[in-house]
T-cell receptor, first 114, second 113 residues
Framework: ETGVTQTPRHLVMGMTNKKSLKCEQHLGHNAMYWYKQSAKKPLELMFVYNFKEQTENNSVPSRFSPECPNSSHLFLHLHTLQPEDSALYLC?????????????FGPGTRLTVT | AQSVTQLGSHVSVSEGALVLLRCNYSSSVPPYLFWYVQYPNQGLQLLLKYTTGATLVKGINGFEAEFKKSETSFHLTKPSAHMSDAAEYFCAVSDFGNEKLTFGTGTRLTIIP
């Protein structure tokens, strides 16, 4: 049990669909992250939220839209995706300003865009 | 800017043999270093980390790593491989004062029975 849950675990969507990924952390952390994991590439940091405020957007296309309503929940809204967006999307959380620097990861959502 | 290089995208070792996964980093300030493991269809799990203090760090499942500043390395070792060690391993670096992690491309470890 990692304390970070993600739903759904698998998602298949067409290029014209709109869907959302959900992440929830039960660790009392205040920072949350979205990563994209594609085959043969390093993990790509997409977004960072600290105390519900977005502190980083790593040049992510606007077809990905994050939302962080509180420190425990993080969403990634998807619309008009491309096939190259198929990947494993990982959520992570961290207790920022703790000097710990350890991130806790969820199991990921396997996204396939058809 | 930080970067991480993991030598060998695939490593195979026999069960009971030494496991050695290599990681080199570049950082302009004292780094924090991490090894994560990812089993199939799962997220990343922290194996061990170096922040300050002792340069030999012990982690879960019998793994350890040594921070060698002169070699800018943080190689992961385990004396005796077990079938359950088959997974993908990621090295990551974070600069002191910057809580973002930069990951390597990963090394897939296969254990031969």
């Amino acid at each position: 049990e990692t304390g970070v849950t993600q739903t759904p675990r698998h998602l298949v969507m067409g290029m014209t669909n709109k869907k959302s990924l959900k992440c929830e952390q039960h660790l009392g952390h205040n920072a949350m992250y979205w990563y994209k994991q594609s085959a043969k590439k390093p993990l790509e940091l997409m977004f960072v939220y600290n105390f519900k405020e977005q502190t980083e957007n790593n040049s992510v296309p606007s077809r990905f839209s994050p939302e962080c309503p509180n420190s425990s929940h993080l969403f990634l809204h998807l619309h008009t995706l491309q096939p190259e967006d198929s990947a494993l999307y990982l959520c992570a959380s961290q207790k920022s300003a703790s000097g710990d620097y350890e991130q806790y990861f969820g199991p990921g959502t396997r996204l396939t865009v058809t | 800017a930080q970067s991480v290089t993991q030598l060998g995208s695939h490593v195979s070792v026999s069960e009971g043999a030494l496991v050695l996964l290599r990681c080199n980093y570049s950082s302009s300030v004292p780094p924090y270093l991490f090894w994560y493991v990812q089993y199939p269809n799962q997220g990343l799990q922290l194996l061990l980390k170096y922040t300050t203090g002792a340069t030999l760090v012990k982690g879960i499942n019998g793994f350890e790593a040594e921070f060698k500043k002169s070699e800018t390395s943080f190689h992961l070792t385990k004396p005796s491989a077990h079938m359950s060690d088959a997974a993908e391993y990621f090295c990551a670096v974070s600069d002191f004062g910057n809580e973002k992690l930069t990951f390597g491309t990963g090394t897939r470890l296969t254990i031969i029975p």
